[in-house]
């Protein structure tokens, strides 16, 4: 901790005021912003919740499944549940979050001030850092990308300075707090082989192998695997694999963090040969800056930071491909982060380049030049968040609609407040019978506010329902019923079915007649089972006829 203690001893009284506006601007821009709900995010929190409450490290309680791809993320929300059991788990998690970009901005800053970048720049690098739109969103809504980004940051500094124990402890955890931190261990050894530490590196290894052996074998012996049940779902089933992965699509979204995607509102778009052209042109154009600003790390000095984030950034589009996964935004989070990292370098070393070039009698006008497109940027990121807390500026919606999706208004779907409810009242019908088991495509929201138990129909926490995918059990049903996710609800013949239309393809008549949609005033359906209508307490007007989920014919073809 010495180097800590000494550097902030260093620290001038200008920086502590630009410090307070990093620290001002995190909390701004996740506590003025509407609520943002994400479902994956309520399943950490469940089983958070669980773990806490002495229920187990489960979902379901009594089913020893790990239903969470972020054991160590969830355990550090378990840990603090147990300290401030009066803050519910999902307003934890949030602010959890807010705190850990904090330490992300605050750390950033530090690694560019050593590496000569001037006081003005990394502090506005900093502000870029935090206003990234697709990380406040996640970190808002209480998933894990922020941690896992503070956790590789932590590695990389502590590695860098010969320190072996706590990195080789958190290496070791690391792809239980993300899948891909394995891309971490190769970034790492290659970014102290560059910085001439190569002795650190086996003792670096051995501890991670060490402690992941000891994780694994924990999971084992309580789960009977060490790998998250999604991961095994996602690998194996159709409904996750049929779509695929495409680097071309990947490697465009860098693109999505270039100036001109920043005012333009919208994101690289691809598909058409002019549309692929185009983004894959603006995307290159992000990779030079990365690839400037690596070779500006390193001839300061910074050659850890400058090749272990590269490995990085190469490791993570390499894992995506390998694995061709069907891609979700908040994949490309810490792949977003690295690339501004590095690209906050690249501008710093065009500026140097382009100011060497100044006469001397012009630099005082370049000084006002740049402090006045800082002021821009910085007006429109407030004019943005303004529009979207006051709603505010009616008369210039075209701009701050535009600027508002790239800083702050991205919105989950108004389904979640729905699930909430549902689950409420549902909570009310089942009293005490816990064992009340109800069918769903989406579990997170859900099943934290629900009493009962789950049948997740896509297998992520229920690996029972991969079971459907056998050719003995598809045999047993008929022919009409062997399409997702009717396979399941029929073999398994849970309680209730609850779904978002989209989620569900038509329904076969042999589903319509065992269940019966309820007649409730939400975009989501809710099903229960006709035999159960005469045992729970259900309100007559919910029982009044009401269309089946989606009637229209389906071929029998169209199988799982």
Not at 227 to 233: F, L, R, V
Not at 325 to 348: E, K, T
């Amino acid at each position: 901790m010495h180097f800590f203690w000494s550097g902030l001893a260093r620290i001038r009284a200008i920086e502590w005021v630009l410090i307070f506006v990093q620290v001002a601007f995190v909390l701004a821009t996740r506590l003025g912003q509407p609520p943002i709900d994400i479902d994956d995010a309520y399943t950490h929190f469940h089983v958070a919740q669980n773990w806490a409450e002495g229920r187990g490290f489960v979902f379901n309680e009594g089913e020893r499944v790990i239903g969470t791809t972020s054991p160590v993320y969830v355990a550090a929300l378990a840990g603090l549940h147990r300290v401030i059991p009066w803050i519910p788990v999902h307003i934890l998690a949030k602010r959890f979050n807010m705190l850990i970009d904090i330490a992300l901005v605050l750390m950033a800053v530090w690694w560019l001030a050593r590496a000569g970048m001037p006081l003005m720049m990394r502090h506005a690098a900093g502000l870029i850092l935090t206003a990234e739109p697709l990380r406040m969103h996640y970190s808002l809504a209480g998933m894990e990308m922020s941690f896992f980004i503070l956790a590789v940051m932590v590695i990389f500094e502590l590695a860098g300075r010969g320190q072996w124990i706590i990195p080789g402890i958190i290496l070791g955890v690391l792809g239980w707090i993300r899948p891909e931190g394995a891309v971490v261990w190769v970034a790492v050894c290659g970014g102290l082989w560059a910085a001439g530490r190569v002795r650190v590196i086996p003792r670096l290894i051995g501890v991670a192998v060490v402690v992941a052996a000891a994780m694994a074998g924990s999971l084992a012996s309580w789960c009977g695997t060490f790998i998250p049940q999604s991961i095994i779902a996602k690998s194996a089933a159709p409904w996750y694999t049929e779509t695929g992965f495409s680097a071309t699509m990947f490697m465009i979204r860098l693109g999505d963090l270039t100036p001109f995607f920043a005012i333009h509102g919208t994101v690289a778009n691809w598909g058409r040969l002019s549309d692929n052209i185009n983004s894959i042109l603006i995307a290159s154009a992000q990779i030079g800056l990365m690839a400037t600003g690596a070779a500006w790390l390193w001839q300061r000095g910074q050659r850890m930071l400058a090749t272990g984030w590269s490995l990085f950034e190469a490791g993570w589009f390499a894992f995506y491909a390998a694995a061709r996964p069907n891609i979700i935004d908040w994949y490309y989070v810490p792949y977003f982060f690295g690339s501004l990292l590095l690209a906050c370098a690249g501008w710093q070393a065009i500026g140097e380049a382009v100011w060497a070039r100044v006469p001397a009698g012009l630099r005082s006008w370049s000084r006002v030049a740049a402090a006045a497109a800082i002021a821009l940027l910085l007006g429109c990121y407030w004019l943005s968040l303004s529009h979207q807390i006051t709603r505010a500026g009616r008369g210039c919606d075209k701009l701050t609609q535009q600027l508002a999706f790239r800083f702050n208004s991205i919105r989950s779907d108004a389904r979640e407040p729905e699930y909430e409810q549902i689950a409420k009242i549902v909570n009310g019908w089942i009293g005490e019978r816990k064992e009340t088991r109800i069918g769903c495509t989406e579990i997170g929201v859900f099943g934290y506010y629900y009493r009962g138990r789950v049948l997740d129909v896509y297998g992520l926490i229920s690996p029972e329902a991969m079971d459907v995918l056998k050719p003995e059990t598809l045999a047993k049903l008929p022919p009409g019923c062997r399409i997702f996710p009717y396979a399941a609800l029929m073999t398994f013949k849970p309680e209730m079915f609850l779904t978002w239309p989209k989620f569900a393809p038509p329904a076969p008549p042999q589903f319509n007649e065992l269940y019966q949609r309820l007649n409730m005033e939400f975009d989501v359906h809710l099903f229960v089972r006709r035999d159960l209508v005469g045992r729970l307490p259900i309100p007559p007007e919910m029982l009044k006829k009401k269309e089946p989920l989606n009637p229209e014919p389906r071929s029998v073809d169209q199988q799982l």
